[in-house]
C-alpha cells in the first residue's frame, strides 16, 4: 500500500472498467434495487453465464418482490432450475416476503436493514446498498480478494477465508466519493473475473500490471492448493437429481420411486421419467439416497404428502 498509490489504482482500473466492463441486467440503467438483490442471490458461487438466462425468466415473471412473495415457495423452487444450491430460493423467497411485510414492499437501502433480510449476509448487504443505492459500502468478494492479495500483498491467491485483515485493506482502498466507491468496486470485481483470474490470469491485459506486487515477485506459487468441492458420488449430487425430478414431474413422486423403485412404476407423462432414471443412474446406495431425502424434506425444499413428494406448496 505504501508503494502504491491509491489514486493512480483508482484511475487505471476504473478507466479499463469503463471500456472493458461486461453489459450485465443488474448494472444497467433498468436494474432496480429489486434486480440487484436478486442478482447477488443468483451469484452465489454461480458463474454469471449461468444466471443469465435464469435471471431475465425470474424478473420477467416476479419483477417486484410482492409478485414473489404471492407466488408459493415451490415456484420459485422450480424457477430456479439447475442454477444449483436451491435453498438460495428458498431464502431470496423468504426475503421477499419480509419485504413485503416490513418495508412496504421496497428493497431497504441501508446494510442495517438488508441484513435483517432472510439470505442476506455481510457481503450482499454491503452488495445490495452499493450497487442498487450508490452508498460507499466495501464490497469483498472471492473476485476482489483476488485482485488485493496479487496487487497489494504479493500473493497468488488470498487466505482461505476472509481475514479482518483484507476487510481493512479494502476499505483503506475505497475512494471517498460515493459514485467513484460503487465504480471502484464493481471494476475491481470485474478485473478478478476477466483478467486476474484463479487458474489463468490474463496478466498482459492488467491495467496495473506494472503496480502489481504478484507479478514483481516473480508470480510465486500458492502457499496452499485450493480444494475443490467433490460432486460425483457425494448427497448435493444426489440431492441435485432428487431436485431435477421434482422440478420435472407433473404429479406427486411416490416415495419408493425415489429411493429405489423402477421408473417404469411412476404415474404421469414421461417427461418424469428422463430425471428418474439420471437419478438411479448415479447407482447411489438406498442408505444415502434416503439420507439426501430426508435432508430436502428437513431443509423445505420438498414436501412428504399422502399422493408422494413433491416441491414445497
Same mark, same amino acid.
Given at each position: 500500500?505504501?508503494?502504491?498509490?491509491?489514486?493512480?489504482?483508482?484511475?487505471?482500473?476504473?478507466?479499463?472498467?469503463?471500456?472493458?466492463?461486461?453489459?450485465?441486467?443488474?448494472?444497467?440503467?433498468?436494474?432496480?434495487?429489486?434486480?440487484?438483490?436478486?442478482?447477488?442471490?443468483?451469484?452465489?458461487?454461480?458463474?454469471?453465464?449461468?444466471?443469465?438466462?435464469?435471471?431475465?425468466?425470474?424478473?420477467?415473471?416476479?419483477?417486484?418482490?410482492?409478485?414473489?412473495?404471492?407466488?408459493?415457495?415451490?415456484?420459485?423452487?422450480?424457477?430456479?432450475?439447475?442454477?444449483?444450491?436451491?435453498?438460495?430460493?428458498?431464502?431470496?423467497?423468504?426475503?421477499?416476503?419480509?419485504?413485503?411485510?416490513?418495508?412496504?414492499?421496497?428493497?431497504?437501502?441501508?446494510?442495517?436493514?438488508?441484513?435483517?433480510?432472510?439470505?442476506?449476509?455481510?457481503?450482499?448487504?454491503?452488495?445490495?446498498?452499493?450497487?442498487?443505492?450508490?452508498?460507499?459500502?466495501?464490497?469483498?468478494?472471492?473476485?476482489?480478494?483476488?485482485?488485493?492479495?496479487?496487487?497489494?500483498?504479493?500473493?497468488?491467491?488470498? +487466505?482461505? =477465508?476472509? &481475514?479482518?485483515?483484507?476487510? $481493512?485493506? *479494502?476499505?483503506?482502498?475505497?475512494?471517498? !466519493?460515493?459514485?467513484?466507491? /460503487?465504480?471502484?468496486?464493481?471494476?475491481?470485481?470485474?478485473?478478478?473475473?476477466?483478467?486476474?483470474?484463479?487458474?489463468?490470469?490474463?496478466?498482459?491485459?492488467?491495467?496495473?500490471?506494472?503496480?502489481?506486487?504478484?507479478?514483481?515477485?516473480?508470480?510465486?506459487?500458492?502457499?496452499?492448493?485450493?480444494?475443490?468441492? +467433490?460432486? =460425483?458420488? &457425494?448427497?448435493?449430487?444426489? $440431492?441435485? *437429481?432428487?431436485?431435477?425430478?421434482?422440478? !420435472?414431474?407433473?404429479?406427486? /413422486?411416490?416415495?419408493?420411486?425415489?429411493?429405489?423403485?423402477?421408473?417404469?412404476?411412476?404415474?404421469?407423462?414421461?417427461?418424469?421419467?428422463?430425471?428418474?432414471?439420471?437419478?438411479?443412474?448415479?447407482?447411489?446406495?438406498?442408505?444415502?439416497?434416503?439420507?439426501?431425502?430426508?435432508?430436502?424434506?428437513?431443509?423445505?425444499?420438498?414436501?412428504? &404428502?399422502?399422493?408422494?413428494?413433491?416441491?414445497?406448496?
Amino acid at each position: 500500500m505504501d508503494q502504491v498509490s491509491p489514486a493512480l489504482l483508482h484511475q487505471r482500473i476504473i478507466g479499463w472498467f469503463d471500456v472493458q466492463a461486461r453489459d450485465l441486467p443488474w448494472r444497467g440503467p433498468a436494474r432496480t434495487p429489486w434486480s440487484v438483490l436478486v442478482s447477488e442471490f443468483m451469484l452465489q458461487q454461480t458463474p454469471v453465464v449461468r444466471v443469465l438466462p435464469v435471471f431475465s425468466e425470474w424478473l420477467s415473471r416476479w419483477p417486484t418482490p410482492a409478485d414473489l412473495a404471492a407466488a408459493p415457495s415451490g415456484d420459485a423452487v422450480r424457477q430456479w432450475g439447475r442454477l444449483g444450491y436451491p435453498r438460495r430460493a428458498l431464502r431470496l423467497h423468504a426475503a421477499a416476503g419480509a419485504v413485503v411485510e416490513h418495508h412496504n414492499g421496497e428493497v431497504p437501502d441501508t446494510v442495517g436493514e438488508l441484513l435483517t433480510l432472510p439470505g442476506v449476509g455481510t457481503y450482499t448487504a454491503a452488495a445490495v446498498a452499493a450497487f442498487a443505492f450508490g452508498k460507499r459500502e466495501t464490497v469483498v468478494d472471492t473476485n476482489i480478494r483476488r485482485v488485493h492479495a496479487r496487487l497489494l500483498g504479493g500473493e497468488a491467491l488470498p +487466505a482461505p =477465508a476472509l &481475514t479482518a485483515a483484507e476487510m $481493512r485493506r *479494502a476499505a483503506d482502498l475505497l475512494p471517498d !466519493d460515493d459514485s467513484q466507491s /460503487v465504480l471502484w468496486n464493481a471494476a475491481v470485481m470485474e478485473l478478478g473475473a476477466l483478467v486476474c483470474t484463479a487458474r489463468a490470469p490474463k496478466c498482459s491485459q492488467c491495467p496495473v500490471l506494472e503496480s502489481c506486487a504478484w507479478v514483481a515477485a516473480g508470480r510465486p506459487e500458492p502457499r496452499y492448493v485450493p480444494k475443490g468441492q +467433490a460432486w =460425483a458420488g &457425494t448427497d448435493r449430487q444426489v $440431492r441435485g *437429481a432428487m431436485m431435477g425430478v421434482l422440478r !420435472d414431474a407433473a404429479v406427486p /413422486v411416490v416415495r419408493e420411486l425415489m429411493v429405489s423403485g423402477p421408473v417404469e412404476l411412476l404415474p404421469g407423462p414421461a417427461a418424469t421419467l428422463t430425471p428418474l432414471m439420471k437419478l438411479h443412474g448415479l447407482k447411489a446406495p438406498r442408505e444415502q439416497l434416503e439420507r439426501s431425502l430426508e435432508g430436502l424434506l428437513r431443509d423445505g425444499l420438498a414436501r412428504d &404428502t399422502p399422493a408422494g413428494i413433491t416441491l414445497p406448496g
